[in-house]
């Protein structure tokens, strides 16, 4: 089985020896991240098993996908519709990178003032350590921020990529530019897979993502209860791996963990004491294994509930809207869903503010956190206007801006322990 | 009952005794050894209650059988038994500096906190002053002797550092740069004060406001008359010990 990898990886033209190294680091913080948890789920042993085989068992299933004249695109955000990829029978993955191991590779080469999850990403590529992307025939980049879109022009000349046009405005003008970058990404799928997109697969794979968004609702759903019957941890952990496991099998898996939590909420059964502190994250996403905040807050005695972010309920709270079986309904159905999501890339963002003043009711916080990636000017700037209308609001906020190092866990301790006090007092 | 407040900051650690009144305000040096350093200021002190704050609290806390607070809270409520009416804190300490805005009945309404750097802290005004060859204490005092000032463009320790030396090169006197450094440090603070909201009733506190020149520009800044306890480094350990005193079973259980 190891050897069986290390033969993959060798093919996949992986730098063994620092890949071993990237492996070797993440065993030890699963270990103090998630393992160290009381009181988890069952369901969880699917999520720590996939984590503990990260870069192998899927790889290969993306690998034999591959041999069989089967083709894989890597996404790095959640504008990118991937039902049209799931109806030419390619797979999606989304490789968004969590880790700071990789930032120094990719700051040989993009200047150091570039958000960190942009440096993992590139540093993944640049310094061959993920085989996900190793495997993948296209990625599809697009234009949510500026740091993205020139890196992916760097990305475009090791592999091949192609960008996705996000428009920047909400108007009229805007939609339709948008409605035709989906209809040109079909055609960039068909010709990549070589396989015609008709309104029955389409259909189907309409429905495929549709199940595991309503997975992801349900599971979002029960931790508005109190006590929360699930770490923000381990929930956070389910919605990261959605972004690369096999959709079926992930919606399976969600919903045998979400009717776990319905016996726990049943038996008023919680992770966390019904007094524990509870915290919405709202801002930046949080690519795998990227667990700083949520472990510095879990670990000082508050539970996270609810993060509105694209790694949280931006990812899967719109589902495309059922439409009649034929490519030009559901064309514009898919369009109409992904330009709804409240990405900070859009001016005005205003409905924003309104989704994290009713997630705040929803799920019962006591206080929200924003968290914007260093260098993320878009989230950082939009906190200005969260925070006057939170205070409006009366829901307390803390800003934090940081990265996925960790030489500023001290400060942040104090920070957010002082805001739980805050909220306690 | 007598309780203990001890703040462990990143380079003093400083102590306060309560039994009725505060009494035995004790500072000493952190150095590498925080735990070592607070083990031997405790040896043979009997407390009842013994609460910990600054940037050792972790360490230290578990180790002599005490809870932990932040800093915000403790310096919100050592400011507030030294001055009831206070609405604002400024804290400039070692490696940090924050801002704290209370509520009437003093409650943290609201804070700010620099992040990761030493940027307008007490560690930068040490590195400044070892570069100016002038001790930490007189720092102060040296910059207001100034008959001018220069710009600083700089807040990042390092940076600030080879901005200084360039001016040295220049031939700029020490005090005028030494103005000027209290003045970027000043002006950086009361940014931070007005992006809280800043209310009157200001105290100052941390090893900071034993600088004479600090208080009196961050005053300038803010256009508001600042509150400077005798002893501000000990605001935060004050703290601490009134905690320990009167809130630790409603507050950390």
Known sequence: MVNDNVQMWTELNIDLKSHDTLLNALGPIFQEVYLSQKNRPAGMGFYDFVVGDIHGIRVKELREHAKNGGKVVATYCVFVPEELVWAADAIPVGLCAGTQFSVPIAEEVLPRNTCALIKSSFGFKLGRVCPYVQASHLIVGETTCDGKKKMFEMLGQLQPVYVMEVPNKKTERSRELWHGEVLAFKDVIEKLTGNKITAKKLGEAIDLVNQRRLALQRLYNLRKVRPVPISGKDALLATQVSFYDDAQRDTQMLNALCDELDKRVAAGQGVAPKNAPRILISGSPMAIPNWKLHHIIESTGAVVVCEESCTGTRFFSDLVKPTEHNLVAQMKAIADRYMNIHCACFTPNDERPDDVVRLAKEYQADGVIHYNLQFCHTYANEAVKMEKRLEKEGIPLLRIETDYSDEDVGQLRTRIEAFLEMIKH | ?253
């Open chain 2, 1 to 253: 009952m007598i309780s203990v407040g001890l703040d462990v900051g990143s380079r003093t650690i400083k102590m306060g005794t309560f039994d009725g009144t505060i009494r035995d305000a004790t500072v000493i040096e952190t150095g590498a050894n925080p735990l070592g350093r607070c083990q031997e200021l405790m040896s043979g002190k009997t407390f009842e209650r013994l609460v910990v704050t600054g940037y050792g609290r972790h360490l230290v806390a578990p180790a002599l059988g005490g809870k932990v607070v932040s800093e915000i809270r403790a310096f919100a409520i050592g400011a507030r038994h030294l001055y009831p009416d206070c609405r604002t804190v400024i804290d400039i300490g070692g490696q940090d500096c924050k801002v704290i805005l209370l509520s009437e009945n003093g409650k943290v309404q609201k804070f700010e906190m620099n992040d990761r750097c030493a940027a307008g802290t007490g560690k930068f005004l040490e590195v400044m002053a070892s570069t100016l060859e002038v001790s930490i204490n007189e720092l102060g005092n040296f910059a207001l002797s100034a008959t001018r000032t220069v710009q600083i463009n700089s807040l990042c320790t390092v940076f600030a550092e080879s901005e200084v030396v360039s001016l040295i090169a220049r031939g700029e006197d020490a005090s005028s740069i030494a103005l000027g450094l209290h003045d970027a440090i000043a002006t950086r603070i009361a940014t931070m004060a007005r992006r809280v909201g800043i209310k009157e009733g200001v105290v100052f506190a941390g090893g900071a406001a034993l600088n004479q020149c600090l208080c009196k520009l961050v005053g300038e800044k803010l256009g508001i008359e600042l509150t400077v306890p005798p002893e501000p480094q000990m605001v935060g350990a004050i703290g601490a010990t009134i905690i320990a005193q009167r809130f630790l079973s409603d507050s950390m259980e």
